[in-house]
Nanobody
């Protein structure tokens, strides 16, 4: 099995950029889809972006596409989430997850089996 481990979360100001990273322990991400979800206090977990490690499929939340970019770093066996022009409403715990969903379920949290512990992103002035 694969165990995602997130890093990079911190306190930033509105308008800043931040890059989160998700590393795979135990094994590689090969054969998996890797996704980012986030959960703000008092809210449900929300899909952010996902990609298939093998192949070119990438999907984004419609509301975040254009500000957030997901990418894979093959040499490091990590998946990055680049977040630009951050807003206070982006404050949340960001989770990395891996699984084997079909394309139509890549935005669904239940389709993923392996979850990281999360990394806190706080956007505040």
């Amino acid at each position: 099995q694969v165990q995602p481990v997130e890093s990079g979360g911190r306190l930033v100001q509105p308008g800043d950029s931040l890059r989160l990273s998700c590393a795979a322990s135990e094994r590689t991400f090969s054969g998996y889809s890797v996704a980012w979800f986030r959960q703000a206090p008092g809210k449900e977990r929300e899909f952010v972006a996902a990609l298939r490690w093998s192949g070119g499929t990438i999907v984004y939340s419609d509301s975040l596409k254009g500000r957030f970019t997901i990418s894979k770093e093959i040499a490091k066996n990590t998946v990055a989430l680049q977040m630009n022009n951050l807003k206070p409403e982006d404050t949340a715990i960001y989770y990395c997850t891996a699984g084997t969903p079909i394309v139509s379920t890549m935005k669904t949290s239940a389709a993923y089996k392996y979850w990281g512990q999360g990394t806190q992103v706080t956007v505040s002035s």
